[in-house]
């Protein structure tokens, strides 16, 4: 926010991954959870403002330090109504097209909120794969994602560094994968290794990838003091805003791209 140095923006959105192992608040134990997108956000804020903290407390309260601000923002999936879905529904272009319009309005929505709210690096842990769409849509899309989303980085965000999960689906980062095929000076795309030396399996690639780091098994915090370990490239992001933070605190004149080149 205005009065502290924020970390930014968490989105939510929907991985192939994970399947976690969640610590029990009470007592310590392991709970086995089948999908844990519910807590995707929750565990996202937490690497961004923990960063790689492996032993992380079983219990009790994680104090994160004074200096660093969250503005926690959930944007995707965003919700419709039940009239609203079945009238959509009735046409795959329409619903396709209704979903655009929705995604859009609420990432536009939350980028301004965060800019408003004076933050200094947006994380953006999310997919949207335009080659998933009928090739109409996909136009209405890039469109979209270029001429509204792209244009607020280049422009009031200009200042902001925003970071990008790369996204779990193995293949080459294109031009309508988004938000990581997004390059500005103000941009980093981030991809997942599963140790110092091997990029992830899971991980997209290319030349549209700035830079890997560990995103399997990454431990952090789930909502109602729960702990867990999740695997996927909205890991990986975090862990890159988070030490982007870490320089901004040190050096507040670092503009966005000074950030990222560091």
Same mark, same amino acid.
């Given at each position: 926010? *205005?009065?502290?140095?924020? !970390?930014?923006?968490?989105?939510?959105? @929907?991985? %192939? /991954?994970?399947?976690?192992?969640?610590? $029990?608040? @009470? +007592?310590?134990?392991?709970?086995?959870?089948?999908?844990? $997108?519910?807590?995707?956000?929750?565990?996202?804020?937490?690497?961004?403002?923990? #960063?790689?903290?492996?032993?992380?407390?079983?219990? #009790?309260?994680?104090?994160?330090?004074?200096?660093?601000?969250?503005?926690?923002?959930?944007?995707?999936? %965003?919700? /419709? $109504?039940?009239?609203? =879905?079945?009238?959509?529904?009735?046409?795959?272009?329409?619903?396709?097209?209704?979903?655009? +319009?929705?995604?859009?309005?609420?990432?536009?929505?939350?980028?301004?909120?965060?800019?408003?709210?004076?933050?200094?690096?947006?994380?953006?842990?999310?997919?949207?794969?335009?080659? +998933?769409?009928?090739?109409?849509?996909?136009?209405?899309?890039? @469109?979209?994602?270029?001429?509204?989303?792209?244009?607020?980085?280049? *422009?009031?965000?200009?200042?902001?560094? /925003?970071?990008?999960?790369?996204?779990?689906?193995?293949?080459?980062?294109?031009?309508?994968?988004?938000?990581?095929?997004?390059?500005?000076? &103000?941009?980093? *795309?981030?991809?997942?290794?599963?140790?110092?030396?091997?990029?992830? @399996?899971?991980?997209?690639?290319?030349?549209? !990838?700035?830079?890997?780091? &560990?995103?399997?098994?990454?431990?952090?915090?789930?909502?109602?003091?729960?702990? #867990?370990?999740? *695997?996927?490239?909205? =890991?990986?992001?975090?862990?890159? $805003?988070?030490?982007?933070?870490?320089?901004?605190?040190?050096?507040?004149?670092?503009?966005? &791209?000074?950030?990222?080149?560091?």
């Amino acid at each position: 926010n *205005t009065t502290r140095p924020g !970390v930014g923006l968490d989105i939510l959105g @929907e991985d %192939v /991954f994970p399947f976690p192992i969640v610590i $029990s608040p @009470e +007592d310590g134990s392991i709970i086995e959870i089948l999908d844990g $997108s519910d807590n995707h956000g929750t565990h996202v804020a937490g690497i961004a403002l923990l #960063g790689g903290i492996y032993n992380l407390p079983k219990l #009790g309260k994680v104090s994160v330090g004074p200096l660093i601000g969250l503005v926690p923002i959930r944007a995707i999936p %965003v919700g /419709f $109504s039940a009239s609203e =879905m079945s009238e959509a529904e009735q046409d795959k272009l329409k619903l396709e097209k209704y979903l655009i +319009d929705k995604i859009i309005y609420s990432l536009e929505k939350s980028i301004r909120f965060s800019i408003s709210e004076g933050v200094n690096i947006i994380n953006m842990s999310l997919a949207i794969n335009g080659n +998933d769409l009928s090739s109409e849509n996909r136009k209405i899309l890039d @469109e979209k994602m270029n001429n509204i989303i792209f244009k607020l980085i280049q *422009t009031e965000g200009k200042d902001i560094l /925003f970071v990008f999960a790369a996204g779990n689906d193995s293949i080459v980062v294109h031009s309508n994968y988004y938000p990581a095929s997004f390059k500005a000076r &103000n941009t980093i *795309t981030v991809g997942a290794l599963k140790n110092k030396n091997s990029v992830a @399996e899971f991980t997209n690639h290319g030349d549209l !990838v700035d830079i890997y780091i &560990n995103g399997s098994n990454i431990n952090s915090l789930y909502s109602k003091n729960y702990r #867990g370990k999740m *695997t996927g490239t909205s =890991m990986s992001a975090p862990l890159i $805003s988070n030490l982007a933070a870490k320089l901004k605190l040190i050096a507040p004149c670092l503009h966005a &791209n000074e950030i990222k080149n560091n």
